[in-house]
């Protein structure tokens, strides 16, 4: 709950639209928190919106009585107000007909005002009353609470199927950098709300659909590693090498056992990486194909 004072802070300051999108985020994740879905109906601007959120308060909550008062205030219908009776020196509202009185024009060209029954903004001119055109206030985008079936209500299945390609990616993701793979299936149980069992079989079927792609990820790291293997083994087997001949050339540079060991290793570290940067190389052309 401590989100929720946060983000009012923030819609307070005249971020709405950023204030909505946190709001989602967290209905997402806890879509029975009232106190949310109280919030969301405050900040919303359509009355369809905010009563559909109000019942979902009232559905968590039948006591809250703010939201009961909320809906109850959006059933109402605006009451209108009735036009004054109409006098000599009035002129006809062309939205709703009011009598509006234009006698403090005095004579002036042009004469603006807004009508007070309907709140259209006119402007009075010798050629008579006409509606000034609304300015077209630049369109905002509100994310939708969330995917609706025909029947109004969330579609759980592609909740689920969003959240599932959220956590696909970042399995993926993770993979492809290297991470701590124990870190990642808990990480899979906490998000995904999994046993330990279940998240690793989780990570384990990632892995294996995504292999191209982990390898397209891991190749950068892969490639300076095995490189890197490989100059290295190359360089300790040429010195051990070096140390080797001269041992027998009667001018030994380090002990026999060294030169040996040390020649077994570049050996070792050469074809090693050798090898990596085969299979690197294969790998990044069957995931091409």
Not at 29 to 43: F, K, V
Not at 111 to 127: G, Q
Not at 133 to 138: C, E, K, M, R, T
Not at 178 to 191: G, K
Request: glycine share 6%; charged share 20%; net charge negative.
């Amino acid at each position: 709950m401590d989100a929720l004072p946060r983000i009012w802070q923030q819609a307070q300051t005249g971020d709405r639209v950023g204030a909505r999108r946190e709001l989602v985020n967290i209905l997402r994740a806890d879509p029975e928190n009232a106190q949310a879905w109280l919030l969301m109906a405050a900040l919303l601007e359509d009355p369809a919106q905010q009563a559909e959120c109000c019942r979902k308060v009232l559905a968590l909550d039948p006591g809250n009585h703010h939201a009961a008062a909320m809906l109850q205030k959006l059933r109402q219908p605006v009451p209108s107000a009735a036009p004054p009776a109409t006098t000599a020196a009035s002129v006809s509202c062309p939205h709703c007909g009011a009598d509006l009185d234009f006698s403090a024009a005095n004579g002036r060209r042009e004469w603006r005002t807004v009508c007070a029954y309907c709140n259209t903004e006119l402007i009075y001119t010798d050629r008579g009353v006409q509606i000034v055109p609304p300015a077209v206030a630049p369109t905002e985008e509100i994310p939708e609470l969330f995917e609706y079936t025909k029947e109004g209500e969330p579609d759980e299945e592609k909740l689920a199927a969003d959240d599932r390609d959220d956590l696909v990616r970042h399995v993926v993701r993770e993979l492809g950098s290297e991470a701590d793979r124990n870190t990642l299936i808990r990480y899979v149980c906490e998000t995904g709300n999994m046993p330990w069992a279940q998240a690793e079989m989780f990570v384990a079927r990632v892995a294996l659909e995504h292999e191209h792609e982990i390898a397209r990820r891991r190749s950068p790291f892969m490639l300076a590693l095995s490189v890197g293997t490989l100059v290295g083994g190359i360089i300790l087997a040429l010195l051990s090498g070096y140390a080797l001949l001269a041992f027998f050339s009667a001018q030994p540079v380090v002990r026999l056992d060294y030169a040996v060991y040390g020649l077994l290793s570049g050996l070792g570290m050469t074809s090693g990486g050798l090898i990596g940067v085969v299979r690197l190389i294969k790998s990044l052309r069957d995931a091409s194909v």
